[in-house]
């Protein structure tokens, strides 16, 4: 939210017209919920879960403190209305896609096409900035998809070295490191 924040700031500053998608994406959202019985069956390894949802009642006062702290601070962002899904995306000129574990499709399950930018029109100016993801985020998607994806992008960049190799190796396209 930090990096929304930074972008979408200094974006306005340039005198572009700014707005930050409020995309819900329900896999997102249950990870952070304080008591949600979904973080049970979000493991391979059972034990792990009970452990993990035990975990969140050991430091629930702090849990929802967070919690309304982070909203209170979105209301710095220039947001759209809330969206569930990609259909429900406006019509934009370019869009930015980036930050923390937007590709880690371990996490985004079912949500691959709204952080690969796979919708709107040709003319739709994709970017990632400062896309980030751990070491096999990426591999529930096939190569042939993600060949396409990064090949709609106008311009890549990454926040780990290690993700500028996996992508630059599905695409022909640029890529850094941010």
Request: proline share 2%.
């Amino acid at each position: 939210v930090l990096q929304a924040y930074a972008l979408s700031s200094y974006l306005r500053s340039e005198k572009h017209d700014v707005e930050v998608i409020d995309y819900r994406s329900k896999n997102i959202e249950r990870r952070y919920e304080i008591f949600s019985p979904g973080i049970l069956l979000s493991r391979k390894n059972i034990y792990l879960s009970i452990k993990e949802y035990i975990g969140r009642f050991s430091n629930i006062a702090d849990r929802r403190t967070k919690k309304r702290k982070f909203e209170e601070f979105r209301k710095n962002l220039p947001l759209s209305k809330p969206v569930r899904a990609r259909r429900e995306i406006g019509t934009y000129d370019i869009i930015i896609t980036g930050s923390d574990q937007v590709w880690n499709f371990h996490i985004n399950k079912g949500d691959e096409n709204v952080y690969l930018l796979n919708f709107g029109s040709e003319s739709l100016m994709r970017v990632s900035y400062a896309a980030s993801s751990e070491r096999n985020g990426l591999s529930r998607i096939p190569e042939s998809q993600l060949r396409e994806a990064f090949d709609r992008f106008d311009k890549i960049s990454v926040r780990e070295q290690f993700l500028k190799d996996i992508v630059g190796k599905l695409t022909n396209k640029k890529v850094s490191v941010c």
